[in-house]
């Protein structure tokens, strides 16, 4: 066991898959050379591999995953990387057109075994281009994975599944995770499956449904009112395709569900989420289903205030807990 951040966990994964797989490249802008990204989590990959594996890119999403739906074609196990969540909508018809349809349209002749990851989230005062959730925007395009990680060891074990997937994977990172977070990991070889929510707490009361910097506030607050109330927290992970079986095992064992999102409410993958709840275990709550997000505002701000006006934070999710519970 070593310790590592949320960023070590990724650059961890992302070099001994490349040692592991020669077939395995990394390219997006600033990737290469020696800055390693903007938040640096390529960063050292390109001095022990070259630059025919690690590489910049010009500024051209749409060109990015166009050669990683490619190099999938060709054998290579591609991963792009799109440097904000916000940049990747130029990638959009490469994605939703070309790579979650390959596998479909070629009757499993071609398959594009690539991960698309890219850094998502606020609370960085990144404004209008550097903050957004665009998850929402891919969430039920069948032949795509996304995944998340929310804790530091699924960091390291999701993005090395999803290397090794034959499937296109889009892989979101939560850039406010990235140095807030450390814990100690397994030195050794290990994965984390791309299809499986996570319980990280039992509980009996509440179940709480959360991914991103809102599982850690969750975690947070079940800590805080453990004297008060048995609060089940659930890490979705997997945000396409939802994990049904484990959603509904732990909605119906406590009644109560709480599901947070960073995202605007409105379309968001928390919807899809409330959704299936609602068809599948309605008899079986005792409360509405509650969901907890940001305000259907066309973006997050810039300015300190706004975003904080914004953002979910650590009080509202403790606050919503217990309004629950208390139903």
């Given at each position: 066991?070593?310790?590592?951040?949320y960023?070590e966990?990724?650059?961890l994964a992302?070099?001994?898959?490349?040692?592991?797989?020669?077939g395995?490249?990394?390219?997006?802008?600033?990737?290469?050379g020696v800055?390693?990204?903007v938040?640096?989590?390529?960063?050292?990959?390109?001095?022990?591999f070259?630059d025919k594996?690690?590489?910049?890119?010009p500024?051209?999403?749409?060109?990015?995953?166009?050669?990683?739906?490619g190099l999938g074609?060709?054998?290579?196990h591609?991963?792009?990387e799109?440097q904000?969540?916000?940049?990747?909508?130029p990638a959009?018809?490469?994605?939703?057109?070309?790579?979650?349809?390959m596998?479909?349209?070629?009757a499993?002749?071609?398959?594009s075994?690539?991960?698309?990851?890219t850094?998502y989230?606020g609370?960085?005062r990144g404004?209008?281009?550097?903050s957004?959730?665009?998850?929402?925007?891919?969430?039920g395009?069948?032949?795509l994975?996304i995944?998340?990680?929310?804790?530091v060891?699924?960091?390291?074990?999701?993005?090395k599944?999803?290397?090794?997937s034959?499937?296109?994977v889009l892989?979101?990172?939560?850039?406010?995770?990235?140095?807030s977070?450390k814990?100690?990991?397994?030195?050794?070889?290990?994965t984390?499956?791309l299809?499986?929510?996570?319980i990280l707490?039992q509980?009996?009361?509440?179940?709480?449904?959360?991914?991103?910097v809102?599982?850690?506030?969750?975690?947070?607050?079940a800590?805080?009112?453990?004297?008060?109330f048995s609060?089940?927290?659930?890490?979705?992970r997997?945000l396409?395709?939802?994990?049904?079986?484990?959603?509904?095992e732990?909605v119906r064992?406590t009644?109560?569900v709480?599901?947070i999102?960073?995202?605007t409410k409105?379309?968001?993958?928390?919807n899809?989420?409330?959704a299936?709840?609602?068809?599948e275990v309605?008899?079986?709550?005792?409360a509405?289903?509650?969901?907890?997000?940001?305000?259907?505002?066309?973006?997050?701000p810039y300015?300190k205030?706004?975003?904080?006006a914004?953002?979910v934070?650590?009080a509202?999710?403790?606050?919503?807990?217990?309004?629950?519970a208390e139903?």
């Amino acid at each position: 066991m070593s310790e590592k951040s949320y960023l070590e966990a990724l650059n961890l994964a992302i070099t001994e898959e490349m040692r592991h797989d020669e077939g395995v490249m990394i390219f997006g802008e600033d990737v290469g050379g020696v800055k390693g990204g903007v938040f640096g989590v390529t960063k050292g990959l390109a001095e022990e591999f070259g630059d025919k594996r690690v590489f910049n890119s010009p500024l051209g999403e749409s060109e990015i995953a166009g050669l990683a739906v490619g190099l999938g074609v060709m054998g290579h196990h591609a991963i792009a990387e799109f440097q904000f969540a916000d940049y990747i909508l130029p990638a959009v018809n490469q994605i939703m057109s070309e790579a979650t349809k390959m596998r479909y349209k070629s009757a499993g002749d071609w398959i594009s075994p690539i991960v698309m990851r890219t850094p998502y989230g606020g609370g960085v005062r990144g404004g209008f281009y550097h903050s957004q959730s665009t998850e929402k925007i891919f969430a039920g395009q069948p032949g795509l994975r996304i995944v998340t990680p929310s804790t530091v060891y699924d960091a390291k074990g999701l993005l090395k599944s999803a290397i090794r997937s034959e499937d296109p994977v889009l892989f979101y990172e939560h850039k406010k995770l990235y140095r807030s977070i450390k814990d100690d990991i397994p030195d050794d070889d290990y994965t984390v499956p791309l299809d499986k929510a996570n319980i990280l707490k039992q509980g009996d009361d509440v179940t709480v449904i959360a991914y991103g910097v809102m599982l850690q506030f969750a975690l947070k607050a079940a800590e805080e009112l453990k004297d008060e109330f048995s609060v089940e927290v659930v890490d979705l992970r997997s945000l396409y395709p939802i994990d049904k079986e484990t959603v509904l095992e732990a909605v119906r064992k406590t009644g109560k569900v709480l599901l947070i999102t960073e995202d605007t409410k409105e379309g968001s993958v928390m919807n899809n989420v409330s959704a299936i709840i609602a068809e599948e275990v309605l008899f079986d709550l005792d409360a509405p289903i509650k969901i907890l997000a940001g305000p259907d505002s066309p973006s997050m701000p810039y300015a300190k205030d706004l975003e904080d006006a914004f953002l979910v934070n650590q009080a509202d999710v403790t606050k919503s807990i217990r309004e629950l519970a208390e139903f």
